[in-house]
């Protein structure tokens, strides 16, 4: 095997070259906002620009630079469905719950094109369609139950996809099959973002980097309920959001209580011949594995590389170290590419959650949404849309999400010391599942 990087090897994200992060709009705070947003990625953004749109005042204050985080380094897949399954959601919570969640999950996922559309963004948004990729029988079995249930309860399409016909959608002979959605979709996370954010500085939003927030505390007087304490001085504000998901700190204590933040891992390829990418992915559409730890493919929107990640939480630091294990993954799936050198490995941090669901709602007077365990993109935009519409009172802001409690568990700080340990038992039970033989029909 020929040497695993490139000679321009880079472990700074792939879509931050046609999205660089750019400086802000300013290093100050003025004395008070009518919002103070913390976190400058989608749902920040979208809340802020909402906001700002609607005549109110608001700053996004973010820690790093406005775009460091993971809304510029997720892997851009645009879909409707969670890491908690309809079923299980139905067979836990009832069909009235289950039905709620999920239909304002493909509001979500239509609002998220709408609004690209809307908006003029352009960041290569398109219905490419999904392969969910069936690691064993019972996995695909599993899989047919979960999309079959949410076509007759939501009537959401889907093809299933038998072992000998996978290499229709991909040239690998890993898996037992999979599924089809035809419609999901992706974009560039880096774009989209810029988009976002750029729509916001016009709209008179005042984003200011470097400044993390280290305390929010009440404050009476003059309309502003609240004082910010940040790393740059004070300010004061009426509504404050709190937009920060896998970069939550403890300075944000009953938050970090209840996300558990975690890296992500994702590289690029090198430029492909043309006729390669096309034989891994004859179809260009976004992959992602059945395992509840997943691996994820997608082709490059604007080059012709392959993008792709997996090993969760692994707890790798090293660009090389993680290179090495995510080019064995590449191989595995996809042996064509068994000699393609990498050019960009990178990291971002995301957060799940304890009911493994994503949360939008308002605790002693103050807006979150986060915990979006792998569903950020379509997601982040909708809470902050949600989180807007609430702040300026009007009825829309409405959420099935908001619905249930945002749970957590004693003694948790934020610090996820038993991820590796909750990684290990997600391969147990990935391994165990694989082990059963699919029931057969009667």
Same mark, same amino acid.
């Given at each position: 095997?020929?040497?695993?990087?490139? +000679?321009?090897?880079?472990?700074?994200?792939?879509?931050?070259?046609?999205? =660089?992060? /750019?400086?802000?709009?300013?290093?100050?705070? $003025?004395?008070? @906002?009518?919002?103070?947003?913390?976190?400058?990625?989608?749902?920040?953004? #979208?809340?802020?620009?909402?906001?700002?749109?609607?005549?109110?005042?608001?700053?996004?204050?973010? %820690?790093?630079? =406005?775009?460091?985080?993971?809304?510029?380094?997720?892997?851009?897949?645009?879909?409707?469905?969670?890491?908690? $399954?309809?079923? &299980?959601?139905?067979?836990?919570?009832?069909?009235?719950? $289950?039905?709620?969640?999920?239909?304002?999950? /493909?509001?979500?996922?239509?609002?998220?094109?709408?609004?690209?559309?809307?908006?003029?963004?352009?960041?290569?948004?398109?219905?490419?369609?999904?392969?969910?990729?069936? +690691?064993? =029988?019972?996995?695909?079995?599993? *899989?047919?139950?979960?999309?079959?249930? !949410? %076509?007759? &309860?939501?009537?959401?399409?889907?093809?299933?996809?038998?072992?000998?016909?996978?290499?229709?959608? !991909?040239?690998?002979?890993?898996?037992?099959?999979?599924?089809?959605?035809?419609?999901?979709?992706?974009?560039?996370?880096?774009?989209?973002?810029?988009? *976002?954010?750029?729509?916001?500085?016009?709209?008179?939003?005042?984003?200011?980097?470097?400044?993390?927030?280290?305390?929010?505390?009440?404050?009476?007087?003059?309309?502003?309920?609240?004082?910010?304490? +940040?790393?740059?001085?004070? /300010?004061?504000?009426?509504?404050?959001?709190?937009?920060?998901?896998?970069? /939550?700190?403890?300075?944000?204590?009953?938050?970090?209580?209840?996300?558990?933040?975690?890296?992500?891992?994702?590289?690029?390829?090198?430029?492909?011949?043309?006729?390669?990418?096309?034989?891994?992915?004859?179809?260009?559409?976004?992959?992602?594995? $059945?395992?509840? &730890?997943?691996?994820?493919? #997608?082709?490059?929107?604007?080059?012709?590389? *392959?993008?792709?990640?997996?090993?969760?939480?692994?707890?790798?630091?090293?660009?090389?170290?993680?290179?090495?294990?995510?080019?064995?993954?590449?191989?595995?799936?996809?042996?064509?590419?068994?000699?393609?050198?990498?050019?960009?490995?990178?990291?971002?941090?995301?957060?799940?959650?304890?009911?493994?669901?994503?949360?939008?709602?308002?605790?002693?007077?103050?807006?979150?949404? !986060?915990?979006?365990?792998?569903?950020?993109?379509? !997601?982040?935009?909708?809470?902050?849309?949600?989180?807007?519409?609430?702040?300026?009172?009007?009825?829309?802001?409405?959420?099935?999400?908001?619905?249930?409690?945002?749970?957590?568990?004693?003694? @948790?700080?934020?610090?996820?010391?038993?991820?590796?340990?909750?990684?290990?038992?997600?391969?147990? %039970? &990935?391994?165990?599942?694989?082990?059963?033989?699919?029931?057969?029909?009667?």
């Amino acid at each position: 095997m020929t040497d695993l990087l490139t +000679t321009d090897f880079t472990d700074t994200p792939y879509w931050w070259e046609a999205a =660089p992060l /750019t400086e802000v709009s300013s290093s100050t705070l $003025a004395p008070a @906002y009518d919002v103070v947003v913390v976190g400058s990625g989608y749902t920040g953004l #979208r809340a802020a620009l909402t906001l700002a749109r609607a005549g109110r005042s608001v700053t996004v204050l973010d %820690k790093e630079r =406005p775009g460091y985080g993971a809304s510029r380094r997720n892997a851009g897949f645009i879909g409707r469905t969670l890491k908690k $399954a309809y079923i &299980d959601l139905k067979a836990a919570k009832g069909t009235a719950h $289950a039905t709620a969640i999920y239909r304002d999950l /493909t509001v979500a996922f239509e609002s998220t094109f709408a609004f690209i559309e809307e908006e003029g963004i352009e960041c290569h948004a398109v219905r490419c369609g999904r392969l969910i990729a069936a +690691t064993s =029988p019972a996995h695909h079995a599993l *899989l047919e139950r979960e999309l079959a249930g !949410m %076509k007759a &309860d939501l009537g959401l399409p889907y093809t299933m996809l038998p072992r000998e016909r996978l290499r229709e959608e !991909m040239a690998s002979d890993l898996y037992d099959g999979g599924a089809v959605i035809p419609d999901l979709g992706s974009l560039h996370p880096g774009l989209y973002h810029h988009g *976002l954010m750029t729509r916001a500085l016009a709209a008179g939003v005042a984003i200011v980097g470097n400044c993390e927030v280290t305390a929010i505390e009440p404050s009476a007087g003059q309309g502003a309920r609240f004082r910010v304490t +940040t790393a740059v001085g004070q /300010t004061r504000a009426r509504d404050v959001v709190i937009a920060t998901n896998g970069y /939550t700190t403890a300075n944000l204590p009953w938050h970090a209580r209840r996300v558990i933040p975690f890296v992500g891992y994702m590289a690029a390829t090198e430029p492909l011949p043309p006729a390669l990418l096309q034989k891994q992915l004859p179809h260009r559409r976004t992959v992602i594995d $059945a395992n509840l &730890d997943i691996d994820f493919f #997608r082709p490059a929107p604007d080059s012709p590389r *392959l993008l792709f990640g997996g090993a969760t939480a692994n707890g790798l630091q090293d660009p090389a170290a993680i290179a090495a294990l995510l080019h064995g993954r590449l191989r595995r799936a996809l042996p064509d590419l068994a000699d393609v050198r990498l050019s960009h490995v990178w990291t971002g941090q995301c957060a799940g959650t304890f009911d493994m669901m994503p949360h939008i709602g308002c605790h002693d007077g103050i807006w979150h949404g !986060m915990g979006y365990n792998f569903a950020g993109v379509p !997601m982040g935009s909708f809470f902050g849309l949600k989180i807007a519409q609430r702040i300026l009172g009007q009825p829309e802001g409405a959420c099935a999400f908001e619905q249930a409690p945002f749970p957590t568990l004693p003694f @948790y700080r934020g610090n996820p010391w038993f991820l590796p340990l909750a990684m290990r038992y997600f391969a147990w %039970k &990935d391994a165990r599942l694989a082990q059963r033989r699919p029931a057969t029909p009667a």
